[in-house]
């Protein structure tokens, strides 16, 4: 058995444009893709089991009360979390799994299992996210509001992560993340400087959260 499997947990605030930059990064890897759980209802085109498990309020609050999430939080008014069962199983059978929650999920697996592989990626600005959030049209004014106050809320932890990088312009943003992937997995230093202690990263971190 191949007991090298890693961990990643990613964050990326809401409107970051984090899907694009995981499916080129993801696509000819073979990692398991964890598929969380969630209160909210489907967006125009998601389909249940692939992109979450959407289910109702009690059904979640049963499975926490059981254990059977690694972890789970709140987030705009709705519960997201991460089954513990199929985690468990893909790292035991020696494959790497990606989750992709929020901080708070982030921070509930790094104290579980601080092998965890912690990665941020960080928005060019809050007006960004602003005008993707707008661009895409897919929740109301209100919801935008919160998912920017929580966006603000995310960035200001960054510098918890274990790497942080950049979406600024995608080619970059998936050369950057396969550097950091890659050396994680072989556990080398080439993605050091990506690494959320430099005070390049801090400053980087402070430019994006300017006129927040
Ligand atoms: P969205 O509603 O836009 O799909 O997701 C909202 C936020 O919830 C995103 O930051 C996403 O990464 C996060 N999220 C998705 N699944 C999980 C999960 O299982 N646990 C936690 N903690 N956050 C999640």
Redesign the pocket.
């Given at each position: 058995m191949n007991n090298n499997a890693k961990l990643f947990v990613i964050?990326?605030?809401?409107g970051c444009g984090k899907g694009t930059i995981l499916a080129e990064v993801f696509k000819n890897r073979d990692v398991y893709y964890s598929v969380?759980?969630?209160t909210?209802k489907p967006r125009e085109g998601e389909i249940d089991g692939v992109h979450?498990h959407f289910i109702k309020n009690d059904q979640f609050e049963k499975m926490a009360q059981n254990n059977e999430f690694l972890?789970?939080?709140g987030?705009?008014d709705?519960y997201?979390?991460?089954p513990l069962e199929t985690v468990k199983g893909n790292l035991e059978q020696g494959r790497d799994v990606v989750?992709?929650?929020?901080t708070?999920?982030?921070f509930q697996v790094k104290k579980a299992m601080p092998e965890a592989v912690l990665m941020f990626i960080l928005p060019p600005s809050i007006k960004e996210i602003d005008r993707r959030l707008h661009k895409r049209g897919t929740e109301e004014e209100s919801v935008i509001q919160k998912r920017l106050s929580e966006a603000v809320g995310e960035i200001k932890q960054a510098d918890k992560y274990d790497y942080v990088i950049m979406n600024d312009e995608l080619e970059k943003a998936v050369e950057d993340f396969n550097i950091v992937f890659n050396s994680a997995k072989a556990e080398d230093d080439k993605a050091d400087k990506f690494k959320s202690d430099r005070e390049e990263t801090k400053k980087l971190i402070g430019e994006v959260l300017e006129n927040a």
């Open positions: 964050s990326a605030p809401s969380s759980c969630t909210r979450y972890e789970y939080a987030y705009a709705h997201y979390g991460t989750l992709e929650i929020e708070k999920g982030a």
